[in-house]
């Protein structure tokens, strides 16, 4: 069988001439181009007025006829709520992709293809249909027969004439339906039930309570072009579909404290993610956004700083004992620096030094959360060798960084040998109190203050990619229940 066409004919002449005029005369447009997806597509859809007992989908994927079961039946699922029981459409669809993301091995014939993120691409379609349906759902076309002369208007028409008139528009205030494989029984205010354990509260009875009270200091608005730079460097990073996540996400629980890994659930997928990766990143971009207008943490006594940074020299001498750089020196610069340099720090950081080397106070980033003291020798020791005091934007860059790794929560450790380093505070074992918290404390502090902070102001880079792992999908799991 051949057919031919005018070369000059268009896709609705070409429909009508092969599919009949009575589709064609019932078709609506629709295109969509959504470059985080990689796509382009365009075609023509029966409007509610046509329906035929058999779907018929005309799938173009880069200008080659081919087939897709999941394609199929989410617009068969789109029409549903449109078409009456047992109506079936027409859709036409061209589909431009990348081809590197088409795998065309799925059939033998290589009819049936997939593709990167089918289940995102489709839904971008269905959700187009949708809109375009609801635009023109506010008419439909009947076979009517003309009254006799002399004739009554039937009751039942003029009664659904009324109600037509003072019913609601239904593209204005119906709200777009959600497929049913992107439906998720998710409830954030439910009961956990780790709260049901007996040990839950009792171990987390001693935490300690911080008080907080209000600084009589205004808040600066920020002018300098380098905090600018840096904040538009970090929104040019942006991964739209990972931030997204992190802004919708539910915390779902502590998996392994000692590689900082954790479990969320965006949407219908779980995702394992390292949240010293993340938190790192959002201590920084907190460091940005509040720059000169942080909270103070206050020492009771204050600390002396060459005496902090002398420890964290016997900690790196203990570990790299064979090195040419001049420990000995390094107390002694680093709290000079500091030193000459606070002003700038308690101005732009809150971070107060005074003029005999003491550690007065450091910045608050998070409200309910401190850092673990047991990073200050660290924190402080780098702050002479790892940030560029020289030039402006350089230094807020690097010393923000620091500043982030300070707060970013540290690995629980592993064995007997590291437990008993950590209580001491120290590597040599020598008095102080326990300064690493447990893994129930992390776990409460991740689930009640850290998580919630991601999810209302973290702006995920591409750069965390590699910290997020998805690990389940619930559509994936329909498709395995499906073959079964």
Avoid at 35 to 45: C, L
Wanted: proline share 6%.
């Amino acid at each position: 069988m051949s057919i031919s066409t005018p070369a000059n004919a268009s896709t609705v002449d070409c429909i009508r001439q092969i599919h009949g005029s009575a589709v064609a005369n019932e078709l609506i447009e629709f295109a969509i181009s959504d470059p985080r997806w990689g796509i382009s597509a365009s075609g023509w859809t029966s409007n509610a007025n046509y329906h035929v007992k058999k779907t018929t989908i005309l799938l173009f994927i880069n200008h080659r006829s081919v087939e897709s079961s999941a394609i199929k039946k989410a617009i068969e699922q789109t029409y549903s709520t449109f078409l009456p029981k047992g109506g079936r459409p027409f859709t036409y669809l061209a589909l431009d992709i990348d081809p590197q993301r088409v795998d065309v091995n799925v059939h033998p014939t290589k009819r049936e293809v997939n593709f990167l993120n089918e289940d995102e691409i489709i839904e971008t379609i269905c959700n187009e249909l949708k809109l375009k349906l609801s635009a023109v759902d506010t008419s439909r076309t009947f076979t009517t027969q003309s009254l006799l002369p002399g004739a009554k208007t039937p009751i039942a028409t003029k009664i659904l004439t009324d109600a037509r008139r003072s019913a609601p528009n239904p593209s204005s205030s119906a709200s777009v339906r959600p497929l049913e494989n992107n439906l998720v029984r998710t409830d954030p205010n439910s009961r956990k039930i780790t709260s049901m354990l007996s040990h839950s509260n009792s171990e987390l009875s001693h935490l300690p309570t911080i008080a907080y009270t209000l600084s009589p200091r205004e808040i600066t608005h920020c002018r300098l072009t380098t905090i600018k730079e840096l904040r538009a460097a970090v929104r040019d990073s942006m991964h739209n579909s990972l931030t997204e996540v992190f802004a919708t996400h539910t915390y779902v629980g502590l998996v392994d404290p000692h590689r900082r890994i954790a479990a969320i659930q965006g949407g219908v997928k779980l995702f394992l993610v390292d949240y010293g990766l993340i938190l790192n990143e959002y201590f920084y971009q907190l460091g940005l956004t509040d720059f000169g207008n942080f909270g103070v943490l206050t020492f009771e006594s204050p600390l002396p700083i060459r005496s902090l940074i002398e420890i964290a020299v016997s900690s790196k001498n203990a570990k790299t004992p064979r090195t040419n750089i001049p420990w000995d020196d390094v107390p002694g610069e680093v709290t000079a620096q500091l030193i000459d340099r606070r002003e700038m720090l308690l101005e732009y950081f809150q971070m107060e030094v005074s003029e005999s080397g003491e550690l007065m106070s450091i910045p608050i980033l998070v409200k309910g959360y401190a850092p673990s003291m047991i990073k200050l020798p660290e924190f402080l020791m780098r702050l002479g060798p790892l940030v560029n005091w020289r030039e402006e934007k350089a230094c807020f860059h690097t010393f923000l960084k620091e500043l982030a790794a300070f707060y970013t929560p540290q690995q629980l450790p592993r064995g007997n040998q590291d437990s008993k380093e950590a209580e001491t505070g120290s590597p040599n074992g020598s008095g102080g109190q326990n300064l690493m918290v447990s893994e129930d404390e992390m776990a409460h502090m991740l689930e009640h203050v850290l998580f919630p902070a991601l999810k209302a102001g973290l702006i995920a880079t591409r750069g965390l990619l590699k910290g997020v792992v998805e690990v389940a999908n619930l559509k994936g799991l329909y498709r395995v229940f499906e073959r079964c």
